[in-house]
């Protein structure tokens, strides 16, 4: 989900650069003159950003502390904060205003002295929210955290993979499971790959192939019954446009105390998270996919 910025008209020209910024450094920002088109309501398209948002950055100035419509876009996100019991609220001070009430005991990023130390402090509290790669998962039962690492095979550029590995576990399970999908690709999919990297497009590879993985792959070979402590493998090979292959494993196994009944793992419902948070956070790349 997007990043929302709230903040006055008056402080157009520093948030065009905030924004610009925070772009650069791959996080998905929601700002209004970006997302409106003429016709639109803004009041139905600012509300459903604010409920959709990852994330709220509240521009502190002279001119927003006194715009009524700063203060419903705070209050609407002091809502969430107490309903949710998440903190989404990350103030950013430009200068010297009075900070309202209720975001005095949050730490601020200070842009009124030394601008790039603040914007490093934005990145940096974004990255829970906006990093592609990794995250967590949580249902009633159990939480799931996951990543993906990529690299090449013994330095070979027409050997690279891809892999996700999945964490599921609990406070009342006496075991976790651990998974993982690696993808194998061949040397046209290794060019392609490579090709995305250099144009800083390598999230976006990653989740159309795991996008790929979910659509060809049937959810019954993704059911795996792990009856022992022995990892369980499931191998298939996907066929792609321009020669591109890739060479699937799926593995899972179980940590932890034996309570002597068999588990049946969905390994799609984590790829399925999986892919859901990158389409969120990851942008289009500047050019068509290679898939």
């Known amino acids: 989900m997007p990043i929302f910025i709230s903040y006055s008209r008056k402080d157009r020209e520093f948030v065009d650069t905030l924004a610009a910024n925070l772009v650069r450094n791959r996080h998905h920002i929601w700002l209004d003159r970006w997302e409106l088109n003429v016709g639109d309501s803004l009041i139905d398209k600012i509300q459903e950003a604010l409920k959709g948002s990852s994330a709220i950055l509240v521009v502190l100035s002279e001119n927003s502390v006194e715009s009524a419509w700063c203060k419903k876009e705070l209050n609407a996100g002091l809502m969430r904060e107490l309903e949710e019991r998440n903190s989404i609220l990350l103030p950013c001070v430009i200068d010297d205003c009075e900070i309202p009430l209720f975001l005095k005991e949050k730490l601020y990023a200070d842009f009124r002295n030394n601008p790039d130390d603040a914007l490093a402090d934005v990145d940096r509290a974004l990255a829970r929210i906006s990093n592609p790669m990794q995250g967590r998962s949580e249902t009633p039962e159990f939480h799931i955290d996951w990543s993906v690492a990529w690299g090449d095979v013994d330095g070979d550029p027409e050997r690279l993979w891809i892999e996700f590995t999945f964490v599921d576990h609990g406070e009342n399970l006496p075991y976790v499971v651990m998974s993982q999908c690696l993808v194998r690709c ?106």
């Open 186 to 291: 061949n040397s046209q999919a290794s060019a392609a790959f490579a090709e995305a990297q250099a144009n800083d497009n390598t999230d976006v590879f990653i989740r159309d192939v795991l996008g790929r993985v979910l659509r060809q792959v049937t959810k019954k070979e993704m059911t795996i019954l792990i009856d022992s402590a022995i990892v369980k493998r499931v191998q298939r090979f996907l066929a792609a446009d321009g020669g591109q292959g890739f060479f699937i494993e799926f593995s899972c196994r179980r940590l932890g105390t034996d309570n002597g009944m068999d588990t049946v793992y969905y390994m799609d419902k984590n790829l399925h998270r999986a892919l859901a948070h990158m389409k969120e956070v990851t942008f289009q790349p500047r050019k068509q996919s290679v898939l």
